[in-house]
């Protein structure tokens, strides 16, 4: 299994085809602002390689990342498996981490109108956030989607890496094990 530094670097490496590649569909799609999906999508797939990709299921460097906010990852990590598939899973495990922060996301939303409404009489109502919710998901769907996709494309690279990282060790342990073997029969004979 790769490392986080090694996990980084595929995510670099991958930045220029995912963004070329972005670049030249939204083009084929005749897409209404080219540079803006391809802007959304390169971005969340940084984000989604560096700090909400799978492994925060676990004490890793995307954890650490989030500094004096990973705590809101505890409860991921002791709900989730490390590398099941409600984590690492495509599309699930994007879905699930979204849903996630979604869910912190509005806690953190309901405590500031708490504040903002004590301190400044703000008058901001669950009503009044929710409108806005529905106005920003309404509104700016074809960002929504983009953006989704650079999450989950990140999430891709990440898990594609594990699986080819541990096939890579197992085939070298089979192939350890099997000269061990060869080189025990030469000394027999």
Not at 148 to 157: K, R, V
């Amino acid at each position: 299994m790769p490392s986080g530094r090694t996990h980084d670097r595929i995510t670099l490496w991958c930045l220029p085809f995912v963004t070329g590649a972005t670049y030249l569909i939204a083009n084929s799609l005749a897409a209404t602002n080219i540079l803006t999906t391809t802007v959304i999508v390169t971005g969340a797939f940084l984000v989604g390689g560096f700090m909400l990709g799978p492994d925060l299921d676990i004490h890793s460097i995307q954890y650490k990342r989030w500094g004096l906010l990973r705590w809101i990852w505890l409860p991921y990590q002791k709900a989730l498996k490390h590398r099941s598939t409600l984590s690492h899973g495509p599309i699930i495990g994007t879905a699930i981490r979204v849903i996630y922060m979604g869910v912190w996301m509005g806690i953190f939303t309901a405590i500031l109108a708490i504040a903002f409404n004590a301190l400044w009489d703000a008058q901001l109502t669950s009503k009044s956030i929710l409108a806005t919710v529905r106005y920003l998901g309404n509104h700016y769907i074809a960002e929504w989607v983009a953006a989704i996709i650079g999450l989950e494309l990140g999430a891709i690279s990440h898990s594609t890496s594990d699986v080819v990282g541990s096939r890579l060790v197992r085939r070298k342990s089979a192939k350890a094990k099997r000269n061990k073997k060869k080189h025990r029969r030469e000394k027999e004979e």
